[in-house]
């Protein structure tokens, strides 16, 4: 089935610096990837969409500038948190259409713990 | 963009008690999606129903799309310890961005 690996797993990292997080397709190519965040015991809220090759398309409220996303590959996409800030603090986790989505659905990485300190 | 509303957002049940969560839009969607995500874990895709009308079983899940196609619902039979976790129902908005129920909890008590 399709393997959607997400990095880091956790990071803790001080106020003020940056944060990449990175999601490869292992076994199928990506085109597009979706990037949320959840706080606990909440829904996922989308952020972006990412396609390769393109710009990323961000949610209303989602500074693009804060949160740089890169898809420069068919089977990576990136999410860079800038500047971060304690209220940054959430789960991050991409997610991507498997091949055959109608029957595998979308598969997601198992997230990325973000701390803020 | 699409918006599913879905209840209860919480429920706690007794191991072998039944559990249905449902998933409500105010307009007809092509097709619903239905996640788990376990505590600490990411959603893992359960199921995809398409047609007004649709059921689909898995084991003891029981799924249901509406004939309108405007609601879908999450049965579970005889609940278990295992089937714990947040259950998320998604819509497609657009050309292939899911949107998310804000899910409901189960917790399942032995």
């Known amino acids: 089935g399709a393997v959607v690996s997400q990095h880091p797993s956790w990071v803790i990292c001080k106020s003020g610096t940056s944060v990449k997080i990175e999601c490869r397709s292992l076994d199928f190519q990506a085109t597009t990837m979706f990037w949320y965040r959840q706080f606990p015991k909440q829904s996922l809220m989308l952020m972006a969409t990412?396609?390769?090759?393109?710009?990323?398309?961000?949610e209303q409220g989602v500074e693009k500038d804060k949160f740089l996303i890169n898809h420069a590959s068919l089977t990576l996409s990136t999410l860079t948190v800038t500047s971060a800030h304690p209220e940054d603090s959430s789960f991050y986790i991409c997610?991507?259409?498997?091949?055959?989505?109608?029957?595998?659905?979308?598969?997601f990485g198992s997230g990325t713990r973000l701390t803020v300190v | 963009g699409q918006q599913v509303m879905q209840i209860p957002q919480y429920q706690h049940v007794q191991e072998g008690e039944d559990f249905t969560t449902y998933c409500n839009s105010s307009?007809?969607?092509?097709?619903i999606q239905w996640y788990k995500q376990r505590p600490g874990g990411h959603p893992v895709f359960l199921i995809q129903l398409v047609k007004s009308g649709e059921v689909k079983k898995q084991k003891r899940l029981t799924f249901q799309f509406g004939e309108a196609k405007k609601n879908s619902s999450l049965h579970i039979t005889a609940t278990q310890t295992t089937d714990v976790g947040t259950y998320f129902c998604?819509?497609?908005?657009?050309?292939?961005?899911?949107?998310f129920g804000k899910g409901t909890m189960l917790l399942v008590s032995p």
């Open positions: 307009t007809t969607l092509s097709n």
């Open positions: 990412s396609n390769e090759g393109s710009k990323a398309t961000y």
């Open positions: 997610s991507a259409p498997a091949d055959r989505s109608w029957d595998y659905g979308y598969t």
């Open positions: 998604a819509a497609n908005s657009g050309y292939s961005t899911l949107t």
